[in-house]
Every structure is written in C-alpha cells, then in structure tokens.
C-alpha cells in the first residue's frame, strides 16, 4: 500500500533559521514520484518540485533544497534562512501516476 | 482556462440538502482529479477521470457522493443529502492525460454542511 508520513504536524521558527520538513514514504512500486506542494493560507495548492524515483540527486533551487534518499524512502524539504511568507502547509506526495497519496501536512509558522 | 476553475469557492448549505460542485480543467487536460480536505488534514483521494470515464471511484466515501464529466471537460461532483461530516475543502485538479506525474488544483470550494 502507498503511504506518506509527515511527522511532523507543526513547526515555529524565527525569521532567517533554516528548517527541514521530514517526509517519509512506503510503496511497493520500483517507478514513482514524490513531490512537495505549498498551501498558504489562500488555499491553493502550490507546486514545489516534483522528483521520480531513479533520480536520487539532491536538487537546489534558491533557498529551497531536497534530499531523496531511497535507502531510509525519505524525500525531506529544507528551507534555508526562512522568512515570514513561507508560512504555510507543506505536504508531501507520492504518486503512481493514476493518483496522488498526500501526507497529512506539516503547518510551518515563521516569526519576524 | 488558464488555470483550473472551481466554484462556488465557498458554499454553505443545510443538513439534508444537495449540493453541486463544478470544476473546469485547463483547456486540453484529458485528466481530471477531485480530492477532499477535511479541516486540518491532508487531501483524501476521491475519484478520477480520463476523459469521460471514470477508471477509480474507489475514494467515493458513500452513494451519496457521485460525479460526472461531461465533453471531456467540466466536471461536477454531487453531494446528496449532505451531512456536516462532508463539511471540507473539495479540490480539483487536471493534467495532461493519466500517467503525467504532476497536476495543476484549483483554489477548491469550501463546502460547509450546517
């Protein structure tokens, strides 16, 4: 069965820390992809970055990086220097082309 | 569309009653999704189409959930006898066709059952 874990159900931090968003998955399929959405408080879903599972390469993009890892089936997010407008709902999923299987969420609350 | 249109994108409506929520896919997105958000929880898979068909209702929670796609195009998802359970954030999204990994939501229609 496909199944995303975010344990993590709330994170505060204070303006310019760096924080790291966990996201651990199971499923049985070799071919897969994980990807990472924003919801801010408007609601609407925002796409992040999308990783299928042959590709285990870190990616960097601004102050937002990923580490895939297949070997502990973990994709976790971090944000680096954060800042107030990051203040949102991060969720993880994993897709088997047909349909998304979402994490729970993980609310993060950035202080100025 | 530009985007993925829903609406109403908020809607209040009595125990009991029927409710229709409408979605409009990006222009040539053969594929479309609904999913639901319940207060504080992530999304929960309802069903999905490939064009007119239904392959996977298999996230229906009961009869009284039903949708249609009518011209490969706009969706709708019928609520009957709507109970304050149902009460979530039902959002929609496409893609290009099934198997693209990756799709566009919508803002979402905020359903509230009192």
């Known amino acids: 069965a496909q199944k995303v874990t975010q344990a993590q159900t709330e994170i505060s931090v204070v303006e310019k820390e760096d924080v790291t968003l966990d996201c651990v998955y199971e499923?049985?399929?070799?071919?897969?992809?994980l990807f990472w959405y924003k919801q801010p408080p408007s609601g609407e879903l925002v796409f992040l970055i999308r990783?299928?599972?042959?590709?285990?390469q870190n990616e960097i993009s601004g102050r937002y990086s990923w580490n895939f890892q297949k070997s502990t089936s973990s994709f976790n997010f971090t944000i680096t220097a954060s800042q107030v407008v990051d203040s949102a709902v991060y969720f993880c999923?994993?897709?088997?082309?047909?349909?998304?299987?979402f994490g729970s969420g993980t609310k993060l609350n950035v202080k100025p | 569309g530009a985007g993925v249109s829903q609406s109403p994108s908020n809607k209040v409506t009595e125990k009991g009653k029927d409710v229709e929520l409408r979605c409009d896919p990006i222009s040539g997105h053969t594929a479309l999704y609904w999913y639901r958000q319940s207060l504080g929880q992530g999304l929960e898979f309802l069903i999905y189409?490939?064009?007119?068909?239904?392959?996977?209702k298999s996230g229906l929670p009961s009869d009284r959930f039903s949708a249609e796609r009518t011209g490969g195009s706009v969706s709708t998802l019928t609520i009957q006898r709507t109970q304050q359970e149902d009460s979530a954030v039902y959002l929609c999204a496409s893609s290009l066709t099934t198997g693209q990994p990756g799709y566009t939501f919508g803002s979402g229609t905020r359903l509230t059952v009192v």
């Open positions: 999923a994993l897709s088997d082309f047909n349909k998304f299987y």
């Open positions: 990783r299928n599972s042959f590709d285990e």
């Open positions: 189409f490939q064009g007119n068909s239904a392959p996977d």
């Open positions: 499923t049985r399929d070799t071919t897969y992809y």
